[in-house]
């Protein structure tokens, strides 16, 4: 029985990192182990510029080694832009099922003009109304990414195309909870 020959993606790497996320204060907001993440420089320079923090952390993994450590700074406009007082909005708190428990950090979603779902955070609760704030979490943060590499090994023709078919968008794992940032 003939060996079966796996194809090597000579541009393609499978890295495996943790990922520690700061603030410009040095507040840590995440950290993540994230495991097997495709880093490809022939799919990053053929998609679009990025447009956000996740997609800038990836193209700065591009042949990340075992070992190495980067840092990677990305300003709040390049990141999820600016906090927007604007977006700030006070609901009366009728307006709310009495059996919907909200409290601080909860997620509310709603719909613009245009019928588009439009996410909102608790950020204050009275006797009378809830504040909330359609800003992204880290909008208005420097965001400070401390990345450590664990393991990389060229990827294989199959899992390239594996990743071809799903979301382009994906960089990584990543988990933040707003609710430990609103008092």
Do not use: W
Request: aromatic fraction near 8%.
């Amino acid at each position: 029985m003939a060996e079966k020959q796996i194809k090597q993606h000579t541009k393609s790497k499978l890295i495996s990192f943790y990922c520690v996320l700061k603030d410009s204060t040095g507040e840590v907001l995440s950290s993540s182990f994230n495991q097997n993440v495709l880093s490809n420089g022939e799919i990053t320079a053929q998609r679009r510029a990025p447009t956000h923090a996740f997609e800038l952390v990836a193209e700065d993994l591009a042949n990340l080694k075992k070992g190495e450590r980067r840092r990677i700074l990305i300003p709040a406009e390049r990141a999820f832009g600016p906090y927007r007082p604007q977006l700030v909005v006070q609901v009366p708190r009728k307006r709310f099922p009495a059996e919907r428990m909200l409290q601080p950090g909860a997620q509310v979603i709603t719909q613009d003009d245009t019928g588009s779902p439009r996410v909102f955070y608790v950020t204050a609760i009275s006797d009378s109304t809830i504040t909330l704030d359609g800003n992204h979490p880290l909008a208005g943060k420097d965001l400070d990414f401390d990345i450590e590499g664990t393991s990389a090994r060229n990827a294989t023709l199959e899992e390239v195309e594996t990743e071809r078919m799903r979301t382009k968008q994906r960089a990584f794992h990543f988990e933040y909870s707003p609710s430990q940032h609103y008092h």
